[in-house]
């Protein structure tokens, strides 16, 4: 494909993704009604450079939510292969920037889609846990994905801890993190017992981040 096929293909695919964003943009902000907080001042209102959003995983309307959440970027969410097993959704998830990952073999494709996305100064989303945790409050153990794809990039990683209404009528809130510099907890050229340290640490993060809504929000309601 000629740079300039891959340039109009790149303006279709944007224009089908904006076209889907802002036709749900309203039900979407709607129904989940979307309350934001930040860590702390270091986390930036709006983060507009390539960066790896980490974050839990409570339900399949998960994208959806994290649309609202980050209303201002373009994202790219890692899905699992099995999403794409037809041509027809295979074209619906690439055109709505989904990178397909097999979620028990080592995908090096996946790995390169990250990090030219990244390089790009693209946002690219993450559920570490691997599958759908329905269990309120509880964030299981995190696959080391998430921060090789930003380690191998050289792009920070970004936790955010959703808590879902458990109500209709409640709204789902989102508390992000301080941008973590993996190779401040890796090194520049890390061993797999460094990235599952790391791992560990965006884990600890995001019950940290769990605490921050249970003290600063949850309380509040009360």
């Known amino acids: 494909m000629s740079s300039k096929q891959k340039k109009k293909c790149k303006i279709g695919s944007n ?12 039900p979407a902000l709607l129904t989940f009604r979307v309350k934001t907080i930040r860590e702390n001042k ?25 649309h609202c959440i980050l209303w201002y970027r373009r994202l790219n969410f890692l899905a699992t292969k099995e999403l794409f097993n ?37 946002a690219i989303v993450i559920f570490p846990e691997g599958a759908v945790n329905r269990e309120q409050g509880k964030i299981e153990e995190y696959k080391s ?3 090789f794809m930003a380690h191998i990039a050289k792009k920070p990683l970004v936790p955010i801890y959703v808590v879902k209404g458990k109500k209709w009528y409640n709204r789902t809130v989102a508390v992000i993190g301080e941008p973590i510099d993996t190779t401040t907890i890796c090194g520049k050229v890390p061993k797999m017992e460094d990235i599952d340290r790391a791992s560990l640490y ?21």
């Open 15 to 26: 224009f089908f993704y904006d076209f889907v964003k802002v036709t749900a943009a309203i």
């Open 42 to 66: 270091n986390v930036p209102k709006k983060i507009k450079k390539g960066a790896v959003f980490a974050v839990n995983h409570t339900s399949y309307l998960d994208p959806v939510i994290i």
């Open 86 to 122: 037809s041509k027809a959704k295979e074209r619906f998830f690439k055109l709505v920037h989904c990178i397909p990952i097999d979620k028990n073999n080592f995908n090096i494709g996946a790995v390169h889609a990250v990090r030219d996305r990244l390089k790009e100064e693209k």
């Open 145 to 147: 994905g998430a921060v």
């Open 202 to 222: 965006l884990h600890q993060k995001e019950e940290e981040l769990k605490e921050i809504y249970y003290q600063r929000y949850l309380k509040k309601k009360v």
